[in-house]
């Protein structure tokens, strides 16, 4: 293990040295990933001196970011350093250095989260062992008498705010993968259980934690709360509920109510906002006690609920004011430059709990503002990075707003073994997080505003009635689905009729073999457009440049990317109305149409996908993500209006 750390080390310092290099200004959730980067392998809070990281949930909640801002801006080094980051504490068989499941500590739950990102992405079994351990963990933790998790061994019959946020984003996000549909109803209690036991009905606010026992120290003899509502508390529980509901099937019965508690949990919030900086105090609710000051990780923490809730129609869009207030405040607030594209983030307070020894934490004002506030706070930091990158996302214009994408889910209509033993569909959908998957691509519709949908079934005039934009990708041999569903005549005139009347077709193909083209012709056809059956830009190993294709400059779809990677394609043949969109040696790679009112585009590869754009595999000068973004733009103009 001590090899796998220093290897990741150097690794680390390699990759840092990489992204010295100038580059256009960076956004801040970039700018503090990248002091995050830089700094907290060397930091000995992190490191805890010569004997490597210890597993700590502090790291968990930078990596949350780091993902955030992988996923914005296609940049693989972001992903890098999350794998880096876990890779130093796991062998093959996904033990965890430094982990003590007997202590039954909550908090050692939350790396879970980064443990699942990693097996989804890169398939690995080591990450999907290692969460196991920590569901294991989940399933044996001690519980109040009602159901709800103890905090830690060491605190009997506690439940925290922060608990919240450690264990069930995690519990929710294992449960989908793993087809453990009983788990909601556990996840849904835990949150219903903290609510009624910590909410105070006057203020909305909720208690930093409470003791059923009521025999704790610092617990009310009546209620078993602890005294004062301390802001980063809340800050937690408002995170776990907009991360947890992300997995939170649309038809459980508890859905609701979990909505319900956020839109009381946000309108108490809000409340408590400061007016005139924008952001929170550490004690929320007494704001002119003397010794209390304006906290920034529990400050980035709401204004990251309020933002990811209006976005994902959670919360009311009355809700966004608030978020743009604060997320002005904590600019202002806790922003300072770092050098070249780094700022710090200062007034995180670096921790605050209840109870333990052998100092004693009564849960007094005076004991929580005695807590030391430091720069640079991997909570604070990671907190502030998430809270940015969905801030950076609200501000993006959203010229699809109102659109829908559908991507087949018929002609394509493959599947794989998942992690469960059954058959999952797969290829080219949206919710696929690996090479295969179309989970970035996806994102950047839904970042313009366009709801993505799936069509299981053959395509009608009717059943694309309500999809602006309809993507048909890689239709099936017989060698990869038994019976495989081809392109007839009646489908391609129940296509071209929708295009005709305004629909926006995009094709992407594959090369001779790879997909079934001689039939599929039916449809592009209709277009003045033929795939041919060959396979160009053969690629062997790594030697990227032999799938490459340069841009010219004023090309009318890719307004910003310069050079892509396609490889393996087959060529297309462009008669009117169709004609070449990008022609390379002579071959036209891409061409559109215009029919009727609507639109064609078609390409002989499906280079769009994870694999290409996500930044982990290509060089930098390869620009797949930025083509990507420059198609989208450009698909949504070509929707009537």
Known sequence: MKKIILYTTTALLGLLASVQIGFAQKKLSEQLTLTAMEK???????????????????????????????????????????QSSMDAYL????????????????????NGRSLLLLYKVTGQQKYLLAANKLYDQLQK???TKEGGFWHKKIYPNQMWLDGLYMGEPFYAEYANLMKKDAAFDDIAKQFILMEKSARDAKTGLLYHGYDESKMEKWADKTTGRSPNFWARAMGWYIMALVDVLDNFAENHPQRKELLAILNRTATATVKYQDKKSGVWFDIMDMPTRKGNYLESSASSMFVYGLAKGVRKGWLPQSFMAAANKGYAGLKKEFVEQAGDERINLTKTVSVSGLGGKPRYRDGSFEYYISEKVITNDPKGMGAFICAAAEMEVAALPKPGKGLTVTVDNFFNNEFMTGPTGDKIPFHYLWQEDDNNGFSLFGKIFNDAGVKTTTLKTAPTTSNLKGTNIYIIVDPDTEKETANPNFMNAEHAKQVSEWVKSGGVLVLLLNDVGNCEISKFNALPETFGIHFNEDSRNKVQGANFEQGAVNIPAGNSIFKTAKKVYIKEISTIVAKSPAVSALTDKGDVIIATAKYGKGTVFAVGDPWFYNEYIDGRKLPADLENFKATNDLVNWLIKQVPR
């Open 40 to 82: 907290l392998f060397q930091d000995t809070t992190i490191l805890k001196g010569a004997k490597g990281p210890k597993w700590s949930y502090d790291m968990g909640v930078v990596l949350e970011g780091a993902a955030a801002v992988w996923r914005n801006t296609g940049d693989g080094k972001y992903f890098k350093y999350i």
């Open 91 to 110: 062998d093959k068989e996904g033990n965890i250095a430094t982990y003590k499941p007997d202590d039954f500590n909550i908090d050692n739950i939350k």
């Open 141 to 143: 933790q001690p519980r």
